[in-house]
T-cell receptor
Framework: NAGVTQTPKFQVLKTGQSMTLQCAQD?????MYWYRQDPGMGLRLIYY???????DKGEVPNGYNVSRLNKREFSLRLESAAPSQTSVYFC????????????FGPGTRLTVT | DQQVKQNSPSLSVQEGRISILNCDYT??????FLWYKKYPAEGPTFLIS?????DKNEDGRFTVFLNKSAKHLSLHIVPSQPGDSAVYFC?????????????FGKGTLLTVNP
């Protein structure tokens, strides 16, 4: 089992460009999450999907959109990237939204110039 | 307003000694606490957790202590090993249907010297 996979690992964008970060899990989990981690900060929740077909905003959703494509996949889209979105992005999954423990992917390091 | 605080950005200990990582929280609604470990270029991995109804949870070399009245928890690693060198994040959940809403601290970089 690969667990949670994320693509790409690294990305450099210019201000105003768009891109989609991909995430997939093979643990048959119902719930999936997107976080960002800024230097010297803890992880902050951007969006989450409690189950297939549902998505909800987290703590810092502005500038992002998400799609729960199916049970395995949860993508994060930046429509018009800004330098403030330079960060490391982590996708995570859990058996369901009642689970405390979440399983994280390796992260995508995004730089917006 | 930082609800979960890890006031020590870094900690250095000798191999074989005890490592103690501390975490304070301000929100009395938190009822479940977790520690995650993160190596460079990897995602965080779950280490150990504790419910607010307990004051101690032990798993091998790792023990988490919770002092609810002080809103303080600590992670003890005994004995420390070089492979334990990583960033450790404390996280807290309010439970009550929002179990997934983890609030993370900024992390503490632990270095275990051989």
């Amino acid at each position: 089992n690969a667990g949670v996979t994320q693509t790409p690992k690294f990305q450099v964008l210019k201000t105003g460009q768009s891109m989609t970060l991909q995430c997939a899990q093979d643990m048959n989990h119902n719930s999936m999450y997107w976080y960002r981690q800024d230097p010297g900060m803890g992880l902050r929740l951007i969006y989450y999907s409690a189950s297939e077909g549902t998505t909800d905003k987290g703590e810092v959703p502005n500038g992002y959109n998400v799609s729960r494509l199916n049970k395995r996949e949860f993508s994060l889209r930046l429509e018009s990237a800004a330098p403030s979105q330079t960060s490391v992005y982590f996708c995570a999954s859990s058996p369901n939204a009642a689970s405390y423990e979440q399983y994280f992917g390796p992260g995508t390091r995004l730089t917006v110039t | 307003d930082q609800q979960v605080k890890q006031n020590s950005p870094s900690l250095s200990v000798q191999e074989g000694r005890i490592s103690i990582l501390n975490c304070d929280y301000t929100n009395s609604m938190f009822d479940y606490f977790l520690w995650y470990k993160k190596y460079p270029a990897e995602g965080p991995t779950f280490l150990i957790s504790i419910s607010s109804i307990k004051d101690k949870n032990e798993d091998g070399r790792f023990t988490v202590f919770l002092n609810k009245s002080a809103k303080h928890l600590s992670l003890h690693i005994v004995p420390s090993q070089p492979g334990d060198s990583a960033v450790y994040f404390c996280a807290a959940s309010p439970g009550g249907g929002s179990n997934y809403k983890l609030t993370f601290g900024k992390g503490t970089l632990l270095t275990v010297n051989p």
